[in-house]
């Protein structure tokens, strides 16, 4: 541990129990959902999230079932539309920094894209890149913030 390194065991411990214990009530809160929905990732760069990457991790965690992950996505790749329209995710999320990029409006209206369940239902959101790629104390954070993304029905 960094803490241990730095003479901050305590300090250390203490905010992994609170990492833990952020993460176990998101768990314990999306036991509710009906249906494990599925999500893809956006950014400018197109659609990410390979198996066992940092969106795929904190999806696990949030009790999401990463889109790409289930493509079999490698380090580096990117899904074509017509995978996306395959997997027909329940939810789209978006980067934050693709509100005023080509791509956001692109992924709103693009016509292959109108059938999908995300578009139909309205399920296309922005998060924070923070909370799409962390690896850091802030995990915890991107797990809760994705659960109540998808799910905010197991979190009112």
């Known amino acids: 541990?960094?803490?241990?390194?730095?003479?901050?065991?305590?300090?250390?411990?203490?905010?992994?129990?609170?990492?833990?214990?952020?993460?176990?009530?998101?768990?314990?809160?999306?036991?509710?959902?009906l249906q494990k929905k599925i999500a893809i990732g956006y950014t400018v760069h197109g659609v990410f999230g390979r198996k066992n990457g940092a969106f795929d991790n904190i999806c696990k965690?949030?009790?999401?079932?990463?889109?790409?992950?289930?493509?079999?996505?490698?380090?580096?790749?990117q899904l074509s539309k017509e995978q996306v329209?395959?997997?027909d995710p329940d939810v789209i999320i978006c980067s934050a920094d693709a509100a005023d990029s080509k791509m956001w409006k692109e992924v709103l209206e693009d016509p292959s894209f109108r059938?999908?369940?995300?578009?139909?239902?309205?399920?296309?959101?922005?998060?924070?890149?923070?909370?799409?790629?962390?690896t850091t104390?802030?995990?915890?954070?991107?797990?809760?913030?994705?659960?109540k993304t998808v799910y905010p029905e197991c979190f009112q």
């Open 85 to 87: 329209i395959k997997l």
């Open 137 to 147: 104390q802030y995990f915890a954070d991107a797990v809760e913030k994705m659960a």
């Open 61 to 77: 965690e949030a009790g999401v079932v990463n889109g790409c992950g289930l493509a079999g996505l490698k380090r580096g790749e």
């Open 1 to 33: 541990f960094v803490a241990d390194q730095l003479g901050e065991t305590e300090k250390g411990n203490r905010l992994t129990d609170r990492m833990d214990a952020k993460v176990n009530a998101v768990r314990k809160a999306v036991r509710q959902a």
């Open 115 to 134: 059938n999908l369940k995300a578009i139909r239902n309205k399920k296309v959101f922005m998060l924070e890149e923070r909370f799409m790629y962390s």
